[in-house]
């Protein structure tokens, strides 16, 4: 026994339901097979000494937790001081990183950062921490340590992920359903812009502070709503011009994209994909005019395809102000999509496109 343990973190991918898990509503993501792997080991100190291949070492002291210069950094001591807060059992640790996810690309490799060392955490020092509690923690870290005030999808999705399901999720009670990731004859495929706008932490904390001021404002009119996705789409009508048109239209595009979400869960069950592609389509619309979320280089890429048959939905996905599309394209037609993207894209931005060809795996695992 060498007591070192091994973790395999995935990224995630979400369907639709994008910007919902802060409103009370559906999301649809899953992990995919894309990963961060950890390997730690307990050094009797109490000093956390991390390594990371490509972005370099640093040691934190257990005791005296704070915020580093550096981004990537703070996910790591963030998770450490939420774990210390539900079970001090936590003493110094040596951890080697090793990340195969691109970051800035929206498919959440801080959520994967975090539930990684959370999870080998938790067994190093057998923590007893159960599944929930990683998820809490980890969204916790994020809240309290970093600063991004985000929902808990990243999180669930890469500790429930399972091999070839979707997770529906409300996250308002946090019961899921797995629905079966069958796409055939379409693919998945995500368009990495390669844009990571720096506003876009900002902007997210901003947009969450918005519902809390529209749902605030909605509720003094007589409503007692916990949630924006609790407010019936028969209401939303009435709330037109009781708001001013920068938070209604946030509303609306919150409550029509949960409704989106719930029709695409069913549609997708249904294999009905034709109507799938649809809701993702119309969910970047939102995202783009009425959430305000986009950016020109997404916009770009969701617009190339809107007419082309193969190309059967698109949408940004994640966070925004960069990132990825996240797209449904005929399997036979994968190869042309791509050449058309990448040209396209230099063309108009004078930058590269990546893609990402994933499938939907397991979520985070000891190996
Ligand atoms: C980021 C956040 C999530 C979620 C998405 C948007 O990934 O971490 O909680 O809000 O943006 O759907």
């Not at 409103?23 to 109490?46: Q, S, Y």
């Not at 580093?68 to 703070?74: A, G, I, L, P």
């Not at 009508?237 to 949960?258: H, I, P, Q």
Request: hydrophobic content about 35%; some cysteine; proline content about 1%.
């Amino acid at each position: 026994m060498t007591g070192k343990i091994k973790v395999k973190s995935p990224g995630r991918i979400n369907l639709i339901g994008e910007h919902i898990d802060y409103n009370g509503g559906h999301v649809l993501p899953a992990a995919i097979d894309l990963n961060i792997n950890f390997c730690l080991e307990r050094n009797l100190t109490k000093f956390c000494n991390i390594e990371s291949v490509g972005f370099g070492k640093f040691s934190f002291d257990i005791n005296e937790l704070k915020i580093e210069s550096t981004q990537w950094k703070n996910y790591l001591v963030g998770v450490v001081q939420e774990i210390k807060k539900v079970n001090n059992n936590v003493e110094g640790f040596d951890c080697k990183i090793e990340s195969k996810i691109p970051s800035g690309a929206g498919i959440s490799s801080s959520a994967a950062l975090e539930c990684g060392l959370a999870v080998g955490l938790n067994k190093l020092f057998k923590l007893n921490l159960d599944k929930i509690d990683i998820v809490r923690i980890c969204r916790n870290a994020e809240h309290n340590f970093v600063g991004t005030k985000c929902g808990i999808m990243d999180q669930f999705s890469v500790v429930f992920g399972k091999k070839n399901k979707l997770i529906f999720l409300n996250c308002k009670t946090l019961n899921y359903n797995l629905i079966n990731a069958v796409f055939d004859p379409y693919s998945i495929i995500l368009l990495n812009t390669n844009v990571s706008h720096n506003l876009a932490e900002s902007e997210y904390n901003n947009r969450r502070q918005q519902c809390e001021t529209a749902l605030k404002l909605i509720n003094l009119k007589s409503y007692n709503f916990k949630d924006i996705c609790d407010i019936p789409l028969k209401t939303l009508k009435t709330l037109k011009n009781k708001l001013e048109m920068e938070l209604f239209e946030k509303v609306e595009y919150v409550v029509l994209e949960n409704q989106r979400t719930i029709d695409a869960a069913k549609s997708i069950e249904n294999r009905d994909l034709e109507t799938f592609g649809k809701l993702m389509y119309e969910s970047h619309l939102g995202l783009s005019e009425k959430y305000k979320v986009s950016c020109k280089e997404l916009d770009f890429l969701v617009k190339l395809f809107e007419k082309d048959q193969n190309v059967i939905g698109s949408r940004m996905m994640g966070g925004g102000f960069g990132g990825s599309t996240i797209n449904l394209v005929k399997t036979s037609y994968v190869k042309k999509f791509l050449e058309i993207a990448t040209n396209e894209y230099l063309k108009s931005f004078k930058r590269s496109l990546s893609s990402i060809v994933t499938s939907v795996s397991n979520g985070v695992e000891i190996q």
